[in-house]
């Protein structure tokens, strides 16, 4: 199988199987002298990992990273100097439960990817979904917490807007409440609609679809290229890639085309440090493919995992009529986790271009 690798250089390539014995990634185009440390990897390792509240998967994964090539050692204990090698990391897995997948050995889960990889690659690991599975995302939170360390200022993050049909009140908006809910919700009265929400779900054995707003700060004015190098391009390609996603939106996004000209068009004025000053952010901090200083604004939406205890039609591997119904231990709403994935995308997608503008332009943008 091929197409394991993102990115131009600052290309991410991730390996492993969601019951196989490790996941891991290998990190090319680091340039050395980046400084980070084990422990901020961890920490955003522990946002998207597993078994953390009734409202994910049960699945038990301590998901602790090891760094084993591509550094020097730091100051401190737990801190690294890239060298400009390639980094490797590695998870082992510990909580795999191949036994809950025998059932569905030959038969095709609907809304999975089983028997489009049958179709393929005339094999599928059925064990979880093998590399279709969320576990391989960890790898690319990891990545994304490199990173975020390449470009000056740069930070990410993100948010869930909505679940199902249910979205927040951004009047409410606070960063801060993020950390402090298990939904990584920024409206604190929303969160405890979306408890009592999934809460309902979960007992039926059901799922829920999720919408997930990430922002990233500080992107330097100048990033990507007009045509086939269009930094929204990439990070759209990059959000797209994750797992159960079925959309994705910068800035106004689909609300766009409702709007006229004069409301859309993001209008300046001369800044104090002789920039443009724009006074809107329609286009999401990104124009004619290239970023424009202002913050950049990405959503995406996340489809109910298929993954339920309601029995749904299907067919197995030689063709015959079954009900399908999916045990093991699965997410109510995935797009809970994918919060801290869509951070990652969206770091590594920025830092590509960054290292991409400078190798063409020689520019250091601030």
């Known amino acids: 199988m091929s197409h394991n690798t993102f ?18 990634c290998v990190i090319d185009g680091t340039p050395p002298n980046i400084r980070f ?20 998967t049960q699945r038990q994964e301590l998901d602790q990273v090891r760094v084993l090539s591509g550094v020097m050692p730091g100051e401190a204990e737990g801190d690294y100097v890239s060298t400009g090698t390639p980094i490797a990391l590695q998870i082992e897995n510990t909580d795999q439960r191949s036994k809950d997948y025998s059932d569905i050995a030959r038969r095709y889960r609907p809304g999975h990817a089983d028997v489009t990889y049958d179709v393929k690659y005339g094999i599928r690991d059925y064990r979880g979904g093998g590399r279709s599975s969320a576990r391989e995302t960890a790898m690319r939170v990891a990545a994304g917490a490199i990173a975020g360390n390449i470009v000056p200022g740069l ?24 950390s402090n809910n298990p939904f990584f919700c920024p409206d604190a009265e929303t969160a405890k609609r979306w408890a009592e929400l999934l809460d309902g779900v979960r007992k039926r054995g059901s799922s829920i679809g999720a919408v997930v707003e990430i922002v990233a700060d500080g992107v ?33 996004g689909f609300a766009a085309a409702a709007l006229s000209g004069e409301e859309n068009a993001d209008e300046m004025r001369p800044g104090p440090d002789g920039r443009p000053a ?89």
């Open 220 to 252: 330097p004015a100048g990033l990507g290229a007009p045509i086939y190098g269009k930094l929204d391009a990439d990070i759209a390609s990059g959000l797209m890639s994750i797992n159960a996603v079925k959309g994705v939106e910068i800035g106004e």
């Open 37 to 56: 440390s084990l422990a901020e990897i961890q920490a955003e390792l522990d946002r998207r990992r597993p078994g953390q509240s009734r409202y994910t």
């Open 7 to 24: 990115g131009h250089l600052f290309r991410v390539t991730t390996w492993g199987e969601s019951h196989g014995t490790a996941i891991g």
């Open 278 to 366: 724009y006074l809107s952010n329609h286009a999401g901090g990104i124009l004619g493919g290239i970023s424009t200083g202002q913050p950049i604004v990405a959503r995406f939406a996340v489809k109910p995992t298929s993954s339920i205890l309601t029995p749904r039609q299907s067919v197995d591997a030689d063709g015959n009529a079954v009900d399908v119904m999916t045990k093991g231990r699965h997410d109510p709403c995935v797009g809970i986790r994918a919060v801290p994935v869509g951070e990652a995308m969206v770091a590594c997608a920025i830092a590509d271009h960054y290292l991409r503008d400078r190798g063409q332009t020689g520019a250091v943008r601030v």
């Open 155 to 178: 930070k990410v993050r993100g948010a869930l807007v909505a679940i199902g049909d249910c979205w927040i009140d951004r009047s409410r908006w606070d960063w801060d409440e993020v």
